[in-house]
């Protein structure tokens, strides 16, 4: 874990953050899985993606992503001309960890028929050895566009690839990897929760395993967890999903009850992503004071990266089925 530098005491983190912000023209972002105070704090909360397209489109000179180290690197993948501070450069990522880019490379260059189509939490550097980015947004509208005799491996993600085999009867090569929040969630202590709120739906995120998802009136990503909670029609929702997105919903919709889905020990503590949890007030002033850490990545591989992001962006928006695109190529 990273030290924090010094801070003077007495510091008030809050007013020198916002002091701090409006000096360095910066943006600050929160993913939905960040502490409730760094949440309130952001000038954008949300998805990984969804993040660094919106600080892209501002005049920010700074971005200070609170998430982890493969979001900070989709934003300067994006927004190359800008500085990028993570308060935490050893935040991490499980799925990330899973499918180190030499082990990628080589797995593809074994199956150099299929194209790779890569959920978003991966590296820089696999990303630039795939096709084409996905986000549990768009991985839907995006396979839905890819030929059916086109062979697929999808990584680093296997339970959301399986749940995308399973729902479009679509044959993928899976690579191994597991968020190890989402893999925590247990059935019987999930069942239980279930007969002790009957009616309560349950709202699940496709990282989920099987047995999970199999319970869940709805799947979907963080920001489609978030508009179920605002619909559906009772007031007591369960949430399969990292706990801290259950702060965004107790703000918008303090008349509803959310209850987060339980791990084997029977409470939601051991899914709190300890990744996500390295990032503090303490060490998102010091990044902005100190403009460091940075991240910074080779052009050529940032274009690279780009143009598998770039392909999920133009196919994302295309209308399923119109076949406007043409074959996706492997390689």
């Not at 199956?111 to 820089?124: E, K, Q």
């Not at 919709?253 to 303490?282: Q, R, S, W």
Request: proline fraction near 7%; aromatic fraction near 6%.
């Amino acid at each position: 874990m990273s030290e924090v530098k010094t801070i003077p005491a007495g510091t008030d983190l809050i007013e020198e953050i916002k002091a701090l912000r409006k000096e360095r023209n910066a943006v600050i972002l929160a993913h939905y899985y960040q502490k409730p105070e760094l949440q309130d704090l952001a000038d954008f909360v949300g998805d990984s993606l969804e993040l660094s397209r919106k600080a892209a489109e501002t005049d920010a000179d700074v971005i200070a992503f609170c998430g982890v180290k493969f979001m900070a690197e989709t934003a300067k993948i994006l927004s190359p001309e800008k500085i990028v501070v993570l308060p935490d450069m050893e935040a991490g990522c499980s799925l990330e960890d899973s499918c180190p880019p030499e082990k990628f490379a080589a797995f593809r260059a074994r199956h150099p028929d299929h194209i790779a189509i890569t959920y978003i939490n991966c590296s820089t550097e696999v990303k630039a050895l795939s096709d084409i980015i996905v986000t549990s947004s768009s991985a839907e509208t995006i396979l839905q566009q890819i030929p059916k005799d086109q062979p697929i491996i999808f990584g680093p993600d296997r339970h959301l690839g399986g749940w995308l085999s399973r729902k479009f009867d679509r044959e993928m090569l899976l690579w191994p990897g597991v968020c190890i929040v989402h893999e925590a969630f247990s059935e019987t202590e999930l069942l239980k929760l279930m007969a002790q709120h009957p009616g309560a739906p349950v709202a699940a995120h496709p990282e989920c395993p099987p047995a999970i998802i199999d319970h869940a009136d709805h799947v979907g990503s963080t920001s489609s967890i978030l508009n179920f909670a605002r619909d559906f029609p009772g007031d007591t929702l369960i949430v399969a999903t990292e706990p801290h997105i259950m702060h965004q919903m107790e703000k918008a919709l303090p008349e509803k009850t959310f209850i987060g889905a339980p791990g084997a020990d029977g409470n939601c503590n051991c899914n709190i992503c300890p990744y996500m949890a390295l990032n503090t007030l303490e060490k998102l002033y010091v990044a902005l004071r100190d403009l460091e850490p940075r991240v910074e990545i080779e052009e050529g591989l940032r274009l690279k990266a780009k143009a598998s992001l770039d392909k999920m962006l133009e196919m994302a928006s295309a209308s399923v089925g119109k076949g406007d695109l043409g074959p996706v190529s492997a390689g």
